[in-house]
Structure formats: structure tokens, C-alpha cells
């Protein structure tokens, strides 16, 4: 038996067809949307919750693997982090919001079973003016079960879409930029590392952008034949395929046709701004101490020597390692059985390595770039290899100027790991037997080439790195 013809509301202009479901399936689809809230409320709960728990996770491990990146690889992983931290809030808050929806349409529905015929105008006490008013405009109880059933299924789709954006951008500035990096790093001249992502997502918007404006504007003009429109089509072939438009692009064509092309576009750009905001305010401004509220107008911002700053101290990472890596200490008392202070001063890739070469230029590197796998050595390293990295820590050590009480250290740091942050640093054990009770200043400063290398080429240059870390004995 051939299938019934479409219904009436799916036989409009422009509406899709469902010529190619059968029978049972459309039978199934009917099922499904009669019981879609079940689904909805039982996926909502459970992501809410499992989703909660990821974005410190993802603050842990952009944090424990930032600061071992270089420029490039820096680069790649803020983008990544960005993105991840916005799909995850983008998911959360819609399923929270979705949830709230949801309990308050059960709440409708309960209110219509107790009192099906809704309100009773007569007893309401207002003026014949307003009740007429609000009678004619106010919608019923019944229809407000409607339009929330609608916005809470319409939401619950909308947070994938916003998600499958945010995502296929991500993945698609990779899959340019990766190889652009690779072929810029064997290239004879250099190029600035934020250059070729920037490079690949503006080629790739172009690339996809221009052949759909010009469908748009001379689309009936052009020959249907002819390379322009093998070029549209295949633009059209390669996002349907490659850029994810086969996952998120019912969901964007539904939106942008029931809802309103200009509607939904100015919707979505303002969820993407909400979302994108959030993210900069707490996760920049606020996690970062970048926004500060204060009362106290003879308290500084940055009390330096004069205060005790806890990112210094490794005793008092309650909430885990400060977001930036700084030098350490373990405590910022010390009892008077402790015999050595060991500060730990972490490097950094972005700078250290343009330092070192400034300092050191002719010293021969000791380790390769880049990934590669470890085994300990049996036995002791031969002499040559020995003298190569003594040479290499003298010159690491010349990054910094190391103080206590202002008199500079005598004891030579060695190459050491931080055991919480992992990071690769220089480690000074300190010998404070003979110091005396009371307070002691231990400073780091950047030394005078090593900051000479980070300011070269900047024409309003930031002030050296200057840590001061007061303790107690």
C-alpha cells in the first residue's frame, strides 16, 4: 500500500518532505515527540551534573600544561582551552536552564488538572478596564504549557547547535593551521606564531564565505553548468562532508526558517556574546585577580615587600598552583629545626629559551625540541655530556639574580621538577642555620640580559620581573 500523502501543516511552500519516511517511521517520530520531555528532563539532570565537574578539570590541565608550551604550541592551547571552557558553559547552562523550564511546565500542567477551566475572571478583583484587558491579551494556563513545552524543546536543541558552532570552528582552524605551522617552522624566514592560525581562518572564511554570497546575489544569472556553480556546489559538498554542516545544519535551516532568518542570526549572536562574555569575565577577570573590588584606599594592589603574597608560598595553594607560575617557597614560616629554603624558580618556553641564547650563544644545546621519549640512563653520563649540561645550568642560572636580605646567594641552583605543577625549573637550597630570628626578604629578579632578550623589539617595554617573597624563621 503506497504511504498517505503529507499532512496539510507539512505540505506548505518550502517545508520539508517526508516522501521518504515510511509509514512506521513517521509512526515512531509521533511516539517520540509525544514523550520527547521525558528524554529531555532524564539528559538535562544527568549532563548538568556530570558536566559541573569539568570545567575545573580543564582549568587543571591548561594550567599544568601551559606554561611547558612554546609560543606556537601556547597559542594552540589557550585557542583550545577557549573554546572547550565556552562549549561546556554553553552545555551547563542550558541544561540548567532547561531543567527550570522544564519543573515549571510540570507545574502548569498540575495547576490545569486541579483547575481545568483556569482562571475565573469574575472574582478577580480588578477594574472592568484591566480584567478586560488582560483577559484579551493574557494567555491561559493551557497555552502557556504549549509555548513552554515549545521553548524548552527548542532550547534543548539549541544548546548542541551553539556547541556543534563552537566546536567545528575549533576543529577546522586546526586542520589549517596545524599544517601552516608545520610548513612555517621548516620555511628559511619566520613567521610570527598567532600569523598563520590568524592566516587559515581568514583564508577558510573567505574560501566558503564568498562562493555562497555570490549564489546569493547572481544565483539566477549564473550557468548551472558553468565552474562558477561547480564552485558553489562543491563549497556546499565540502561543508556538508568535512565542516560538520551534515551534524548542526538541520538545526540551523530550522531555525532560521521557523524562526526568522534575521531573528535567529541576531539570537544566536547574542547567546554566543552571552556565552563568550561569561567566559571572559570569570575566567579572565575574575579567576585571574584581573577585577578588584576594594574599600580600602591606603591598602596598594601590589604590596610587594610589604605584604605577604600566598601564590609564593606552596603551604597555602588551598584551591592548587596559582594560574601563572611564579617562584616558591614552601612556607612562609619557618620552625627552627628547618636547615635549607628551597626556592624554585619555573621556566618559561615563550621566553627563556630567546634568553638563554642571548646570554649564552654559544652553548651547545643538550636536549631536543619538541616530543620525545626518556629512558634513564644506566650508569653515570660521560664526561663531555657532564661538562654540556654544568655549562647549560650556569647559564640557565644567569637568568635570574637571587637575593637574601639583600646580600646575593652563594649556593649554585640545580635543574630540578616541581613535585605538584610538574614544571621543569631551577631549584636554590638555602642554607638558613646561621640567619637570625625574625623576619628575612628573599627576592628574584630578572637579570639585566636576560630582560634585555624579552624586551627586544618593544616599544614601550614592561618593567622587569621583580619577586619579592618575605618569610619568617
Known amino acids: 500500500m503506497a504511504d498517505p500523502p503529507p499532512s496539510t501543516s507539512e505540505s506548505t511552500p518550502g517545508a520539508e518532505p517526508h516522501r521518504r519516511l515510511s509509514r512506521r517511521a513517521r509512526r515512531v517520530l509521533r511516539d517520540l515527540h509525544h514523550r520527547?520531555?521525558?528524554?529531555?528532563?532524564?539528559?538535562?539532570?544527568?549532563?548538568?551534573?556530570?558536566?559541573?565537574?569539568?570545567?575545573?578539570?580543564?582549568?587543571?590541565?591548561?594550567?599544568?600544561?601551559?606554561?611547558?608550551?612554546?609560543?606556537?604550541?601556547?597559542?594552540?592551547?589557550?585557542v583550545g582551552y577557549q573554546y572547550v571552557k565556552l562549549i561546556l558553559y554553553t552545555l551547563i547552562f542550558t541544561f540548567v536552564l532547561h531543567i527550570a523550564l522544564r519543573a515549571f511546565w510540570v507545574s502548569l500542567?498540575?495547576?490545569?488538572?486541579?483547575?481545568?477551566?483556569?482562571?475565573?475572571?469574575?472574582?478577580?478583583?480588578?477594574?472592568?478596564?484591566?480584567?478586560?484587558?488582560?483577559?484579551?491579551?493574557?494567555?491561559?494556563?493551557?497555552?502557556?504549557?504549549?509555548?513552554?513545552?515549545?521553548i524548552a524543546s527548542v532550547l534543548f536543541a539549541g544548546a548542541f547547535y551553539v556547541s556543534a558552532i563552537f566546536l567545528v570552528s575549533v576543529l577546522a582552524a586546526s586542520a589549517v593551521a596545524i599544517p601552516l605551522l608545520?610548513?612555517?617552522?621548516?620555511?628559511?624566514?619566520?613567521?610570527?606564531?598567532?600569523?598563520v592560525p590568524l592566516v587559515a581562518a581568514v583564508g577558510l572564511s573567505l574560501a566558503l564565505s564568498i562562493p555562497t554570497v555570490l549564489d546569493r546575489l547572481r544565483g539566477s544569472r549564473i550557468d548551472p553548468d558553468g565552474g562558477l556553480a561547480r564552485?558553489?556546489?562543491?563549497?556546499?559538498?565540502?561543508?556538508?562532508?568535512?565542516?560538520?554542516?551534515?551534524?548542526y545544519g538541520p538545526a540551523q535551516y530550522t531555525f532560521a526558517s521557523r524562526i526568522g532568518g534575521g531573528r535567529s542570526v541576531g539570537l544566536l549572536m547574542l547567546v554566543m556574546v552571552a556565552i563568550t562574555g561569561t567566559f571572559i569575565v570569570r575566567d579572565v577577570i575574575v579567576e585571574r585577580e584581573r577585577l578588584q573590588f576594594g574599600v580600602l584606599p591606603f591598602v596598594p594592589e601590589i604590596p610587594g615587600a610589604a605584604g605577604v603574597d600566598p601564590r609564593y608560598y606552596e603551604s597555602q595553594w588551598v584551591d592548587g598552583p596559582p594560574p601563572l607560575p611564579v617562584p616558591s617557597i614552601e612556607a612562609d614560616a619557618l620552625?627552627?629545626?628547618?636547615?635549607?629554603?628551597?626556592?624554585?624558580?619555573?621556566?618559561?618556553?615563550?621566553?627563556?629559551?630567546?634568553a638563554v641564547a642571548a646570554l649564552c650563544p654559544d652553548l651547545a644545546p643538550v636536549a631536543r625540541a619538541g616530543f620525545r621519549f626518556v629512558r634513564p640512563e644506566r650508569g653515570i653520563p660521560t664526561d663531555t655530556l657532564d661538562a654540556s649540561i654544568a655549562a647549560s645550568l650556569v647559564c640557565a642560572a644567569g637568568l635570574w639574580d637571587v637575593a637574601l636580605d639583600g646580600r646575593g646567594v652563594s649556593t649554585d641552583p640545580v635543574f630540578a621538577t616541581h613535585p605538584v605543577t610538574r614544571l621543569p625549573g631551577l631549584a636554590w637550597y638555602l642554607d638558613v642555620r646561621g640567619v637570625a630570628p625574625g623576619r628575612h626578604l628573599l627576592t628574584?629578579?630578572?637579570?639585566?640580559?636576560?630582560?634585555?632578550?624579552?624586551?627586544?623589539?618593544?616599544?614601550?617595554?614592561?618593567?622587569?620581573?621583580?619577586?619579592a617573597i618575605p618569610f619568617w624563621r
Not at 111 to 129: N, Q
Not at 182 to 195: K, R
Request: hydrophobic share 45%; aromatic share 10%.
Open 182 to 195: 608545520l610548513v612555517s617552522s621548516v620555511l628559511p624566514w619566520s613567521l610570527p606564531a598567532p600569523i
Open 109 to 150: 500542567i498540575g495547576l490545569d488538572s486541579v483547575f481545568p477551566r483556569g482562571v475565573r475572571w469574575d472574582r478577580v478583583r480588578i477594574g472592568p478596564i484591566g480584567r478586560a484587558y488582560l483577559r484579551r491579551h493574557m494567555p491561559s494556563v493551557r497555552e502557556l504549557i504549549v509555548r513552554t513545552d515549545g
Open 36 to 78: 520527547t520531555w521525558e528524554l529531555e528532563f532524564l539528559m538535562s539532570g544527568a549532563l548538568a551534573v556530570a558536566l559541573g565537574q569539568l570545567p575545573a578539570r580543564v582549568d587543571g590541565a591548561f594550567a599544568r600544561w601551559y606554561p611547558l608550551a612554546g609560543e606556537g604550541g601556547g597559542l594552540a592551547l589557550t
Open 335 to 354: 620552625d627552627d629545626e628547618t636547615a635549607w629554603v628551597r626556592l624554585f624558580v619555573p621556566f618559561r618556553p615563550t621566553a627563556d629559551p630567546d
Open 444 to 467: 628574584v629578579n630578572r637579570s639585566a640580559t636576560a630582560y634585555a632578550a624579552d624586551v627586544t623589539g618593544e616599544d614601550d617595554p614592561p618593567p622587569p620581573r621583580r619577586h
Open 231 to 247: 564552485w558553489i556546489r562543491a563549497t556546499h559538498r565540502f561543508t556538508l562532508r568535512w565542516f560538520g554542516l551534515a551534524a
